[in-house]
């Protein structure tokens, strides 16, 4: 899949490279409480990451791989 931003009450909170559309179901599910904070009735979303997004996910990978992680193993970056 291609990155794609998470949106908690249509405001920006992370970007992530899910490899299916399950691994994106099991992160939205798992990640709630901290996706969420302290706005427990807030709308998780989820859309394309938009230039600037990707560019700070970008970033994020680059800085992965340059200690010698492997793109398979990179997620997300929070916003």
Given at each position: ?79
């Amino acid at each position: 899949m291609l990155p794609t931003t998470i949106l908690v009450d249509e405001t920006p909170r992370c970007v992530v490279r899910p490899n299916d559309t399950k691994a994106l179901n099991r992160f939205l599910r798992n990640a709630r409480p901290y996706l969420l904070g302290d706005l427990a009735d807030g709308a998780i979303t989820h859309r394309q990451a938009s230039e600037a997004e990707l560019s700070r996910w970008r970033s994020a990978l680059a800085l992965h791989e340059a200690w010698g992680g492997a793109d398979e193993d990179f997620f997300g970056v929070p916003l």
